[in-house]
């Protein structure tokens, strides 16, 4: 085969191998029933109410940022009530992951290896426990920092000793820096110590003007994802609502943990617990993570600040997400992508391996090899992934039920009291009517932003067709709505009881 045939088979098992896995793992893949996730659901809805002539923050709220709400609104176009498009998405990006993964390993290793073992490298991470359900935010932002990641390390394992990174590179780092920033900024650690290590890497080449050049430089890469949505705020004059909603609530507002002072050695200590227990919560990845690093620790013919880098982005990455004290399942799925240095040391053992195999048959062993690693890294998704088990779920499930109910009704409308978005929204593809669609859990105390008081409110007022309640049921309720039906559910470890109410006419 030519080069260009050989590049496009290598595209097409790439991309057959993020469909299969992700099939597997993320519940937004056709064999689920449905992906039930709260949050990804809140995340369909603002993306659905971005389509629909909803401006985020001020018309529908949830303080994610505004790329993560316009993917899941291009989403929303594939399938208006159904998650085929995120898992179709969730696949876009798992196949530049796996692309990128395959250029990281190559640094290292053979062609042969990189290819075969780049699929392996993304099913570790995609039946993690961080993974979760599918669709969560961090797996949104993985490209991002995968692509730096190639970035950064094509640089110091390759260029580090001759010259400087070109300041084109850099520029491209700002603008995934830039993403990160408008889609969840507590992963912008990583690309704090990206930028740092490569102004430290200008000053050892004697360069101090070209470093402080590469930083501006790189703000202004960092600026320019910003520049879509300050046109897209502005012409709406909602800039400050875009502050509000994705800055000042998540910095002042979004609940943070609550501790008695700790000294400097209790902070280090509690993060090195967390981190240790992370690597029991998600052991399959994490048994590539621990070797690469080391491995590039380790790696000769490095210089100190090349063998210490990846080590600190890996580090920086971690306190960016974790230092606020926050932490939930999926917000350490980021940390998998080190992952990528345990598959490249498998790859350059392998490397010695295949030595012994002669040119005439390397292309039979290779496509042999890589078809056995996809097939493992099935497996290994199979084995290992928390979603599996509900597979068993059918087209019983209650929402489907209660969305049957609502849709009896003509251009409906509905609000969701007691949880984050359950779904109701997207089976019955409802655009929210209410700016507080959903129960969230602020603080807030201004009357004009307090969720509470207007969900209230429009519980009192009975100016939606439907309320979709879990657990709590407002005070009011019976004044305009009656119960039409209820269901129990249960899930991760808790039990929950739905309740929709009807409005009477």
């Not at 040391?345 to 005439?360: F, M, Q, T, V, Y």
């Not at 068993?392 to 003509?410: A, G, K, N, T």
């Not at 209820?486 to 006419?505: H, I, M």
């Amino acid at each position: 085969m030519t080069k260009k045939e050989t590049n496009v088979v290598k595209y097409i098992f790439f991309a057959v191998s993020a469909l299969i896995l992700l099939m597997l793992a993320s519940r937004s893949s056709f064999l689920y029933t449905f992906n039930n996730w709260d949050d990804a659901n809140s995340y369909f809805s603002v993306g659905k109410g971005i389509f629909n002539g909803k401006m985020p923050y001020r018309d529908i709220f949830d303080q994610k940022g505004m790329y993560l709400y316009f993917l899941y609104g291009i989403a929303y176009l594939i399938s208006h009530t159904t998650f085929l498009g995120v898992y179709v998405l969730e696949a876009v990006l798992g196949f530049i992951d796996i692309y990128f993964f395959y250029k990281i390993i190559k640094i290292y290793a053979s062609d042969i290896m990189a290819v075969a073992l780049a699929p392996v490298t993304y099913g570790v991470i995609v039946c993690s426990r961080s993974f979760w359900w599918g669709g969560a935010a961090e797996e949104i932002c993985m490209p991002f920092l995968v692509i730096g990641l190639y970035l950064f390390t094509a640089y110091f394992e390759n260029d580090y000793r001759e010259k400087v990174m070109p300041l084109g590179t850099v520029f491209a780092g700002g603008i995934l820096a830039g993403l990160i920033a408008n889609t969840k900024f507590t992963m912008l650690g990583f690309y704090f110590a990206w930028m740092m290590m490569v102004f430290f890497a200008y000053l050892s080449h004697k360069d101090i003007a070209g470093g402080i050049k590469g930083c501006f430089v790189f703000l202004f890469g960092m600026f320019v994802p910003f520049v879509p949505l300050i046109i897209y705020f502005g012409v709406q004059n909602g800039l400050y609502e875009w502050y509000w909603g994705y800055v000042y609530v998540n910095v002042f507002v979004y609940p943070t943990v609550t501790e008695d002072p700790v000294s400097l050695y209790g902070r280090v200590y509690n993060l090195a617990k967390l981190l240790y227990n992370l690597m029991l919560d998600n052991k399959v990845y994490f048994a590539l993570v621990v070797p690469g690093i080391i491995y590039t620790l380790v790696k000769k013919e490095k210089k100190i600040m090349a063998r210490l880098s990846i080590a600190i982005l890996f580090g920086f990455l971690f306190l960016g997400i974790f230092g606020g004290g926050r932490s939930l399942p999926y917000y350490s799925l980021p940390l998998g992508i080190f992952a990528v240095f345990g598959a490249a040391l498998l790859g350059a053992w392998g490397d010695l391996l295949i030595k012994k195999i002669s040119d005439e048959k390397k292309g039979t062993f290779a496509a042999a090899f890589s078809i056995l690693c996809l097939a493992l890294s099935i497996v290994i998704v199979y084995v290992n992934s928390m979603n599996i088990s509900f597979m068993s779920e059918d087209d019983s499930y209650f929402m489907y039920r209660f969305r049957d109910e609502v849709l009896q009704e003509d251009n409906p409308t509905l609000l969701n009291v007691g949880c984050l978005d359950a779904g109701l929204y997207t089976l019955c593809d409802i655009v929210p009517s209410c700016r507080w669609f959903q129960t969230q859990t602020l603080n807030i105390e201004e009357d004009e932003n307090n969720p509470y008081k207007e969900q209230e409110r429009y519980v009192r007022e009975g100016l939606v067709d439907f309320v979709l309640v879990r657990d709590t049921i407002p005070l009011s309720i019976n004044d305009h709505y009656d119960l039409i039906d209820q269901a129990d559910y249960s899930y991760s470890g808790y039990d929950f009881k739905y309740y929709l109410y009807k409005k009477v006419r």
